[in-house]
């Protein structure tokens, strides 16, 4: 599944990248940078060829996302807030045989 650059997986927890470089569990994840709407890995970002490429490999970068559940809810919530901030949370319509 495409990863979306929600930043939820490295606001929960750290890649072993982060915890071989900060040396410890600090979270969010300091090498996390944001940009247009989505989070990045500022590691990889910052990283060099052929350093690059070893991250990219290392840490999945292109190969979507492996948290699927929580991309979802992740959706799911963008969407809620898009409803709430127009006063549109749709409500669920009775159906003909539930108000007799
Ligand atoms: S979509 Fe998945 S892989 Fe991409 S940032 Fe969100 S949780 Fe991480
Ligand atoms: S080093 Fe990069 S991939 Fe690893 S937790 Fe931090 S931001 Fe995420």
Known sequence: MECIGCG???HDSLCGLAYG????RVLPCPALIRRAGRFY???YEKSKPPLRAILGYALGIGHGCPNEDIRQLVELGREMVKLLERGTVPM?????DEDD
């Open 21 to 24: 470089y900060y040396g410890g």
């Open 92 to 96: 669920e319509e009775k159906g003909d």
């Open 8 to 10: 939820y997986c490295c």
């Open 41 to 43: 890995c500022g590691l």
